[in-house]
C-alpha cells in the first residue's frame, strides 16, 4: 500500500523558516516524480513544487520561488521541503503527492494526510 | 500558466439526481492531461478521473468524465449523500499544474 507522511508543520513567526519531510512507503520511492500541494485555510489546492525521481527536473511556482526549495534523499525514500521567509500567505495544509504513474504527465493520485503550518506573530 | 475556472461554485441537489459540474481552462489542455479529484472536509484529496475521462480504481461508474481542449465536464449521475464534498478539476499538462477553485456538492 501506498503510503505517504508528512511532517515538521507547526507555528512559525513571520520571516520564520521551516523544513517539512514526507515519508513514503508501500512503492519504489526512486522511480517517481513528487509533488508538494497546499491548500490555505477555506482554499483552493495550489500546487507548489515538483521533483522527478532523480532530482534533474524540480519546478516551482511563481508564489514560491526563490524561498523554498524541493529535495529528495531516495535511499531514506524521503521528500523535503525547506521553506524561508515565510509570510502569512503560506499559512496551510502541505501535502506531499505521488503521481498515479512514473511518466512525466501525470495526475496526482497518491496524497499523504497532510502537514499545518500556520504563519503568525 | 492554464488557468482553470470550474463552475457552479456550489451545488445543492438531492439523492438520486445528476450533477454536472464544469471546469473551464485559459487556453487549450493538450492530451487531455485533465484530472477530477474529491475532497471530504478534513482529508486530503482523491483522484476520481484522469485523461479526461479515466475513473481511477475503485471509483464507481456513477462518476464520468468529458470533454477535450478547454471544455470539461464531471457528471456524477445519480447522487448518493457520501458524494458531498468538494471537486476540483486539475491540469497536468503545462508546468506549472493548476487547479480550479472546487465546487462544493451539497446532497439536499
Known amino acids: 500500500e501506498v503510503q505517504l507522511v508528512e511532517s515538521g508543520g507547526g507555528l512559525i513567526q513571520p520571516g520564520g523558516s521551516l523544513r517539512l519531510s514526507c515519508a513514503a512507503s508501500?512503492?519504489?520511492?526512486?522511480?517517481?516524480?513528487i509533488n508538494w500541494v497546499r491548500q490555505a485555510p477555506g482554499k483552493g489546492l495550489e500546487w507548489i513544487s515538483y521533483i522527478d525521481s532523480s532530482s534533474t527536473t524540480i519546478y516551482y511556482a511563481d508564489s514560491v520561488k526563490g524561498r523554498f526549495t524541493i529535495s529528495r534523499d531516495n535511499a531514506k525514500k524521503s521528500l523535503f521541503l525547506q521553506m524561508n521567509s515565510l509570510g502569512a500567505d503560506d499559512t496551510a495544509v502541505y501535502y506531499c503527492?505521488?503521481?498515479?504513474?512514473?511518466?512525466?504527465?501525470?495526475?496526482?493520485?497518491?496524497w499523504g494526510q497532510g502537514t499545518l503550518v500556520t504563519v503568525s506573530s | 500558466e492554464i488557468v482553470l475556472t470550474q463552475s457552479p461554485g456550489t451545488l445543492s441537489l438531492s439523492p438520486g439526481e445528476r450533477a454536472t459540474l464544469s471546469c473551464r481552462a485559459s487556453q487549450s489542455v493538450s492530451g487531455s492531461y485533465l484530472a477530477w479529484y474529491r475532497q471530504k472536509p478534513g482529508q486530503a484529496p482523491g483522484l476520481l478521473i484522469y485523461?479526461?475521462?479515466n475513473r481511477a480504481p475503485g471509483i464507481p461508474d456513477r462518476f464520468s468524465g468529458s470533454g477535450s481542449g478547454t471544455d470539461f465536464t464531471l457528471t456524477i449521475s445519480r447522487l448518493e449523500p457520501e458524494d458531498s464534498a468538494v471537486y476540483s478539476c486539475?491540469?497536468?499538462?503545462?508546468?506549472?499544474?493548476?487547479f480550479g477553485q472546487g465546487t462544493k456538492v451539497e446532497i439536499k
Open positions: 503527492s505521488r503521481g498515479y504513474s512514473g511518466s512525466y504527465h501525470t495526475p496526482f493520485g497518491y
Open positions: 486539475q491540469q497536468y499538462d503545462t508546468s506549472p499544474w493548476t
Open positions: 508501500g512503492f519504489t520511492f526512486s522511480t517517481y516524480g
Open positions: 485523461g479526461a475521462s
